[in-house]
């Protein structure tokens, strides 16, 4: 009998449960109560899944030198990452551990994919600079996910405050991939790796502020030349996908230090005058 419950003992001990506590209204007393469930809503963590699982194919693809697969999985990975929240968001199914579970995601996907991808590609020819400069990208990466999770409840929705990590990811991502793709090789290349990871972790942690792009309204009605904008921003991405992706997020990336000099411009000729 005693072997029983230690068996038993051992199972409930192997198994996985996750205890969330909500407060819901007390139906006789009329005052919130903490009711604990358990268990995980399976939907938007199967994208968050799926999205870890990019990342880490990404890394082993770079590792391999398969630097193209690499590439595309991380930004299969983006796709996902957008989709989990609004999956969440549909399907009333948000929870405390699906949003530390994505946060974890996210560091592997845009943390250490991309780090490893540019360091395996032309950083390990610089030796510990090389190494050093992927994993300050990284330590940012997370440092960047950890003020978003404390500052997420008082923060402006309109703006990011850094660079967000997916798009830090993005940049450094389609650089690699365009300069697989056109074979562009040169000595200054990894120097010029070096300063872009670095540029590019700093503005992750840094105060500047980046559109959300939250505000705009998907759901209502556009006129009939924004469809035909879509369409034709679509076909230039795809002429030339390696490109076009490096200019859209190395442009975004550029565009909150613009809006931080244009705000500081404006600002003194207001107190000038």
Not at 29 to 34: D, E, H, I, L
Request: charged share 15%; net charge neutral; aromatic share 10%.
């Amino acid at each position: 009998m005693s072997d029983l419950s230690d068996q038993n003992n051992v199972t409930e001990g192997l198994t996985l449960e996750v205890d969330e506590i909500d407060e819901i209204e007390c139906p006789v007393a009329g005052k919130p109560r903490s009711v604990r469930r358990k268990g995980v809503y399976l939907l938007p963590n199967l994208f968050t899944t799926s999205a870890l699982f990019c990342g880490f194919y990404a890394v082993i693809a770079a590792m391999n030198g398969l630097f193209e697969k690499g590439a595309v999985a991380i930004f299969i990975a983006m796709i996902l990452d957008g989709l989990d929240g609004r999956v969440a968001r549909l399907t009333n199914t948000q929870s405390a551990f699906g949003a530390e579970y994505d946060s974890l995601s996210d560091l592997v996907a845009f943390g250490v994919a991309p780090a490893v991808l540019l360091y395996a590609w032309n950083l390990s020819l610089l030796g510990k600079v090389g190494w050093v400069a992927a994993f300050v990208f990284t330590a940012c990466a997370a440092l960047r996910l950890a003020r978003f999770n404390t500052q997420v409840e008082t923060a402006d929705k309109n703006y990011f405050t850094g660079l967000p990590s997916p798009s830090a990811a993005a940049v450094i991502t389609a650089f690699v991939w365009m300069s697989y793709d056109n074979q562009i090789s040169h000595t200054f290349l990894p120097i010029l790796s070096v300063v872009l990871i670095v540029l590019i972790a700093v503005l992750m942690v840094s105060n500047v502020k980046y559109h959300s792009f939250k505000q705009l309204d998907l759901k209502g009605r556009v006129p009939f030349v924004v469809i035909l904008l879509a369409i034709l921003t679509l076909a230039i991405i795809f002429i030339d996908t390696p490109k076009m992706l490096l200019l859209v997020f190395l442009g975004y990336a550029l565009s909150g230090p613009i809006l931080l000099i244009k705000r500081k411009k404006s600002i003194k000729t207001s107190s000038s005058s």
